[in-house]
């Protein structure tokens, strides 16, 4: 039986996630209410009972709506995965069936699914990847692995007085500061403080920022980190450009995958990456091998793919003049603006 999830399933529908070897952190029950917090979003999550009345399926599905970007639903917007997480072939069928009966009252354009495996029947892009680092226990083999030229670019910002601070919601404010500029930089709106801080107090055992501060204690360089089972990723990186030259983020980096390796965990996710560009060169530097993303389309009447990202070339004219805008302004109404990008 697939049906809408209630208030009432959290426990069933958290412990199921837990369970699952195919699901992500993100199908964790708390990013609804994250996205609900932060941007007041319509969401329709569903799940699938078997008879024995368990879990043995899910999908999270967000409903964007606005007259700039259109009416569309995505699993889920904002970050790297999601989709349905079931190992059942047919209950996998089933909650796409139903997803696409609400993208039909809703009157979607078209559904769009975040997922790491191939779907059949679904049209799908594949110029994305994520750049995955099988971690060891010991950072002094990782370290030892790295190239002499990425050891010295790490040693670099330490000698300029640079260094690391590990902590929590008590860095947000200096995350957001370089994390507001970045995005003014590569013409991107920016997300909402309020965003991040509904993240760490939705997972306070799983969310770090780790931040790099120059000689006079000015944030230059800052990531959130989320924990999940074998895993860590690091889904918000930024640096102030004028720094680069001093290379704080391979300080920040290899900060954060020495405390990786440190707590146990397996994998270092560095996100998602265009094979071939500059960030995708970036994270293999460091050994990250990519894995190919699958986002699936259902499309109303079969018509073309979305093409909402910043490549579209109807899109540059507005990214050169918000690069020219002051970080004030741009952190002020890009908010508004970003809600409905997914």
């Not at 708390?30 to 043995?56: C, R």
């Not at 139903?98 to 059949?120: C, D, F, P, S, Y």
């Not at 370290?143 to 790490?154: A, D, G, M, Q, Y």
């Not at 004219?317 to 109404?333: D, E, G, Y």
Request: contains cysteine.
């Amino acid at each position: 039986m697939i049906r809408l999830y209630s208030d009432s399933d959290r426990e069933r529908w958290d412990s199921f996630v837990m369970a699952s070897g195919g699901s992500t952190c993100y199908h964790l029950i708390g990013w609804k209410d994250v996205i609900e917090a932060s941007f007041s979003h319509k969401t329709h999550y569903l799940l699938s009972e078997g008879k024995d009345g368990n879990i043995n399926g899910i999908l999270p599905l967000v409903h964007l709506k606005s007259m700039l970007f259109g009416n569309f639903m995505v699993s889920l917007p904002y970050f790297n995965y999601g989709g349905v997480c079931t190992d059942d072939d047919e209950v996998h069928n089933q909650l796409i069936k139903e997803a696409i009966n609400i993208a039909g009252e809703v009157k979607a354009e078209h559904i769009e699914l975040r997922h790491t495996h191939h779907i059949q029947g679904l049209q799908e892009k594949t110029s994305k990847v994520s750049m995955i680092l099988d971690l060891p226990y010991d950072p002094d083999v990782l370290w030892n692995n790295f190239s002499s030229n990425l050891r010295r670019k790490i040693r670099k910002p330490e000698k300029e007085g640079m260094y690391l601070k590990l902590g929590g919601e008590e860095e947000l404010d200096n995350f957001y500061t370089v994390f507001s500029v970045n995005m003014r930089d590569l013409g991107t709106p920016v997300y909402s403080k309020c965003f991040f801080s509904n993240i760490l107090k939705a997972f306070p055992k799983n969310s770090r920022i780790h931040t790099v501060y120059d000689n006079k204690e000015r944030p230059v360089a800052s990531a959130i980190l989320i924990g999940f089972k074998e895993r860590i990723e690091m889904p918000w990186v930024s640096s102030i450009k004028s720094y680069n030259r001093y290379y704080p983020n391979t300080l920040l980096y290899w900060g954060s995958l020495k405390f990786a390796s440190e707590l146990g965990y397996k994998l270092f996710d560095f996100g998602r990456s265009t094979p071939g560009e500059g960030t995708f060169r970036f994270k293999e530097q460091w050994g990250a091998k990519p894995i190919q993303l699958y986002w699936q389309y259902w499309i109303r009447n079969g018509g073309s793919l979305p093409n909402i990202n910043p490549k579209n070339p109807k899109y540059q004219t507005a990214i050169r003049i918000w690069q020219k805008l002051p970080v004030k302004l741009t952190s002020l109404i890009g908010p508004y603006i970003v809600k409905n990008l997914p």
